[in-house]
């Protein structure tokens, strides 16, 4: 028995890479998605993370709008598994629109997208698998979700900035965290994309826009290192990841 994720002559599996926004909470800087982890730029660990799943064919990565021959050429620079065909294409203003275009980027003949965060450089390979194993058993839309740690409030916010009124504790338990890659069946995500309206930023979640049309979303588990590396204090966290994996298995 192989704990790879089986192979099928029947699902082609593609992964979408956004890798377009400016990373403002990160703080002043290149696009996020440039910025070195350990030398290396972010992007860079998150195209190796997906190409290291024997299942992904293909990886769509979507660049900042006017920053996708820079983002080639640094692709050109690093070594990624043969089995793997790396395109790029511009992105957009939100990552609705950095998602959908990378979406008519496909082949084809794919018929199964993984949609992935630029800024989750760190995922592990096997919760890649879970999520592609989850769609190839027919679940038209997976997600890799944790438990929270923190009870969640929900307030009105203040137009002041004063201080918020709390109106509801939902019950942590029935709470989880989403992580990406988030799977799908092709089909499903672009329709989802042609036909969920962007309303203020966009969504920040592909499996969100998929309940709205009604179609079953599930759960798998997620990995404490897929976190999205959004604050300062991420990327020290993301380094020690690193260290620890050099140290571990000689990374
Ligand atoms: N993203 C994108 N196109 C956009 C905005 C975001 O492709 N117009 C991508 C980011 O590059 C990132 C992922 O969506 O890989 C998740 O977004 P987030 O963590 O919010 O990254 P940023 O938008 O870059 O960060 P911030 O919100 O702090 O500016
Ligand atoms: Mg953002």
């Given amino acids: 028995?192989?704990?790879?994720?089986?192979?099928?002559?029947?699902?082609?599996?593609?992964?979408?890479?956004?890798?377009a926004g400016r990373g403002v909470r990160l703080g002043p800087g290149a696009p996020k998605a440039l910025r070195p982890l350990s030398g290396t730029p972010m992007l860079i660990h998150a195209v190796?993370?997906?190409?290291?799943?024997?299942?992904?064919?293909?990886?769509?990565?979507?660049?900042?709008?006017?920053?996708?021959?820079?983002?080639?050429?640094?692709?050109?620079?690093?070594?990624?598994?043969?089995?793997?065909?790396?395109?790029v294409v511009p992105g957009g203003e939100t990552r609705q629109e950095s998602v959908a275009l990378g979406l008519r980027a496909l082949p084809a003949d794919i018929t199964s997208v993984l949609v992935h965060d630029a800024a989750r450089p760190l995922v592990p390979v096997d919760t890649v698998d879970a999520v592609v194993d989850a769609v190839r058993d027919g679940?038209?839309?997976?997600?890799p979700a944790l438990p929270l740690a923190d009870t969640?409030?929900?307030?009105e916010p203040d137009p002041r900035g004063g201080p918020e009124k709390v109106v509801g504790t939902p019950e942590?338990?029935?709470?989880?965290?989403?992580?990406?890659?988030?799977?799908?069946?092709?089909?499903?995500?672009?329709?989802?994309?042609?036909?969920?309206a962007p309303d203020g930023e966009g969504a920040t979640d592909d499996a969100g826009m998929v309940e709205r049309l009604g179609v079953p979303v599930v759960?798998?588990?997620?990995?404490?290192?897929?976190?999205?590396?959004?604050r300062p204090l991420d990327l020290v966290l993301a380094e020690a990841v690193l260290a620890r994996r050099r140290a571990t298995d000689g990374f």
């Avoid at 994720?5 to 082609?12: F, K, Y």
């Avoid at 021959?69 to 620079?77: H, I, K, S, T, W």
């Avoid at 759960?219 to 959004?230: I, L, S």
């Fill in 152 to 155: 969640v409030k929900q307030v």
């Fill in 172 to 196: 942590r338990a029935l709470l989880r965290a989403v992580q990406t890659p988030q799977g799908f069946d092709r089909a499903t995500l672009v329709r989802a994309h042609e036909t969920v």
């Fill in 48 to 87: 190796r993370a997906m190409a290291a799943s024997r299942a992904v064919r293909m990886v769509v990565v979507v660049a900042p709008p006017d920053g996708a021959p820079e983002v080639r050429a640094l692709l050109d620079e690093h070594s990624f598994p043969e089995r793997t065909t790396i395109t």
């Fill in 1 to 19: 028995m192989s704990d790879e994720p089986r192979t099928s002559p029947t699902v082609r599996t593609a992964a979408v890479i956004p890798a």
């Fill in 139 to 143: 679940a038209p839309a997976v997600v």
């Fill in 219 to 230: 759960c798998v588990p997620g990995h404490e290192e897929a976190f999205k590396v959004t």
